[in-house]
T-cell receptor, first 113, second 115 residues
Framework: QQQVKQSPQSLIVQKGGISIINCAYE??????FPWYQQFPGKGPALLIA?????SEKKEGRFTISFNKSAKQFSLHIMDSQPGDSATYFC????????????FGRGTQLTVWP | DTGVSQNPRHKITKRGQNVTFRCDPI?????LYWYRQTLGQGPEFLTY????????KSRLLSDRFSAERPKGSFSTLEIQRTEQGDSAMYLC?????????????FGDGTRLSIL
């Protein structure tokens, strides 16, 4: 069952533009929400993560916004670069209780130079 | 590099054969996870170890699949009597058990192709 719904499935952005990826979760038991970046032939790499008691977290060009009441969180990539072209996954991390990550289906981002 | 290491990176085998993958987690990470990823999908959880104890198994892990972590360090995932549907990327991740909100770190996976 899909416990994290991610959209859009694919995204094309011009260099310098803003990339926005959205996720919605179903369960209320959680520890935090990480975003992973995956390049072809590689495993997912942690990009940025947010705890549910924080509404926004920024690291460089990457920002997560969290809306607890709507059960949604989003990733914003400012000044998108061709090197950002990758697949991005949001996840629901139950942490120490259940251990597993529930991933969204991914967003394939292409940034045109 | 002290990240999660997986071997082999690629495995091609005929249907019906057995295969075994190995994962070496980040040292001192006591939690280890196996996931499976098919094309165009996010990773799906298979199983989870805390030290040498296998604490959780997904329904995806049929009786043809077995995972071990005998000394609480490296882990192996074996698939017996492989089927076409087993073709996928098998990912291993590890996490420190110290403190809260510790992220899972992934290896680069083993890509399995069944002929």
């Amino acid at each position: 069952q899909q416990q994290v719904k991610q959209s859009p499935q694919s995204l094309i952005v011009q260099k310098g533009g803003i990339s926005i990826i959205n996720c919605a979760y179903e369960n209320t038991a959680f520890d935090y929400f990480p975003w992973y970046q995956q390049f072809p032939g590689k495993g997912p790499a942690l990009l940025i993560a947010i705890r549910p008691d924080v509404s926004e977290k920024k690291e460089g060009r990457f920002t997560i916004s969290f809306n607890k009441s709507a059960k949604q969180f989003s990733l914003h990539i400012m000044d998108s670069q061709p090197g950002d072209s990758a697949t991005y996954f949001c996840a629901d991390d139950r942490g120490s209780t259940l251990g597993r990550l529930y991933f969204g289906r991914g967003t394939q981002l292409t940034v045109w130079p | 590099d002290t990240g999660v290491s997986q071997n082999p990176r690629h495995k091609i085998t005929k249907r019906g054969q057995n295969v075994t993958f190995r994962c070496d987690p980040i040292s001192e990470h006591n939690r280890l996870y196996w996931y499976r990823q098919t094309l165009g999908q996010g990773p799906e959880f298979l199983t989870y170890f805390q030290n040498e104890a296998q604490l959780e198994k997904s329904r995806l892990l049929s009786d043809r699949f077995s995972a071990e972590r005998p000394k609480g360090s490296f882990s192996t995932l074996e698939i017996q009597r492989t089927e076409q549907g087993d073709s996928a990327m098998y990912l291993c991740a590890s996490r420190s058990g110290q403190g809260s909100n510790q992220p899972q770190h992934f290896g680069d996976g083993t890509r399995l192709s069944i002929l």
